[in-house]
């Protein structure tokens, strides 16, 4: 069992801390402040541990947010850099950016220029939106100032922060309900150098595509005119769900929209009969049917069956592949009954289908035994 993340963010992180802080303040009370924060923070798991640090430094650094924010920023030294190795050491940064979010509404240049800093360190996603909420044309201005940034950790930040459904942090309501705002600021990322912000930016697009499909095509259809490699590959990532769900104008702006020519060959599901925790192997041929080349979009769904015998679909994506005239193409995939923290498995018949360009064609069940 893998450690808990929690154990790397130990007693060390506000010791550390505090040595930094009581470099640059000789008012900080550097041991009253870890006896606080050591009351009860084992016991809190990691996010918590480092809202947790952010509580307790506010009550030892001075009431005034402009002059609490300069002795934090100070505190990190002369040019910080973010460690280009992965792992957790960026999340030391975790109680600065709560820091801001909780004390320095009030206070919106100041909290900028944290940001600006800290989300070079470790992002600051999370941590601006609140003021996204609280002061959303004043931060939607700094962030259309930042699309431009010459780091890409900045850049990032307006496209991962404006996220309407951004994982483990509260929706954004007002961009699910008119995301126009945010899809500015994608435009201006689109192109982005770097990877890691076009990543960034599909996410983003992916949730705007969950509350306003259409709008998600629309967009798609106008960035693939005249679009390179690049974006190409950031359009297919931005409408993976849509897909998933065989959405047909999703696969149509894809290039995907027309039914599959093709007959499915030498099924066969391995084992018919097996149990949790372990394997079945999918296998089948397509060969087609069409006397010019056709792209077909390959994907499966298995109906994995829930409490009280019911059934739901998952779908796993497979392959893309351009078939010729009477080619035929062969595929291979395991599918693991392992116990997972995301999914449960429960004993009986599991059917399984191909997806291909949307349409569902059976391809035959197993048995997941106790």
Not at 115 to 141: M, N, Q
Not at 156 to 176: D, K
Request: hydrophobic share 40%; charged share 25%; net charge positive.
């Amino acid at each position: 069992m893998a450690e808990p993340l929690k154990n790397s963010y130990g007693p060390e992180i506000p010791k550390r801390l505090a040595d930094q802080i009581a470099r640059v303040s000789a008012k900080f009370n550097a041991k009253a402040f870890l006896r606080e924060v050591m009351d009860g923070y084992l016991d809190l798991e990691l996010m918590p541990r480092g809202r947790h640090i952010a509580r307790v430094l506010a009550r030892h650094l001075p009431a005034d947010f402009p002059a609490a924010v300069d002795i934090l920023l100070r505190s990190l030294g002369e040019n910080p850099q973010r460690n280009p190795e992965p792992g957790m050491s960026s999340f030391f940064y975790l109680p600065h950016c709560h820091f801001v979010a909780e004390n320095g509404l009030a206070h919106f240049e100041e909290s900028m220029r944290a940001y600006h800093v800290l989300t070079k360190l470790f992002t600051a996603e999370f941590s601006i939106r609140p003021f996204l909420e609280k002061h959303e044309k004043r931060t939607l201005a700094r962030l259309h100032e930042w699309a431009s940034d010459p780091d890409e950790h900045v850049r990032r930040l307006v496209s991962e922060g404006t996220r309407p459904r951004l994982p483990w942090a509260a929706r954004l309501r007002s961009f699910q309900k008119n995301p126009a705002p945010v899809l500015e600021l994608l435009e201006l990322l689109k192109d982005d150098p770097s990877e890691y912000v076009r990543r960034s930016v599909a996410n983003n697009l992916n949730d705007i595509g969950k509350d306003h499909p259409r709008l998600l095509v629309q967009t798609a259809r106008r960035w693939l005119r005249g679009a390179g490699t690049q974006r190409r590959r950031l359009i297919r990532h931005a409408l993976r769900s849509a897909v998933k769900q065989g959405d047909p104008a999703a696969l149509h702006a894809l290039g995907y929209g027309e039914k599959a020519a093709v007959t499915v060959q030498n099924a066969a599901i391995v084992p018919a009969r097996v149990r949790v925790g372990g394997n079945v192997l999918l296998q089948f041929d397509l060969q087609s049917r069409s006397r010019s080349g056709q792209r077909v979009m390959v994907d499966f769904q298995v109906h994995f069956v829930k409490d009280g015998g019911r059934t739901r679909p998952k779908v796993f994506k497979l392959k893309a592949v351009e078939l010729g005239p009477g080619e035929h193409a062969s595929f291979k995939k395991s599918v693991s009954l392992r116990k997972m923290t995301t999914r449960r498995h429960h004993p009986g018949k599991h059917r399984v289908d191909l997806l291909l360009n949307g349409a569902v064609y059976p391809l035959g069940a197993f048995d997941l035994l106790p």
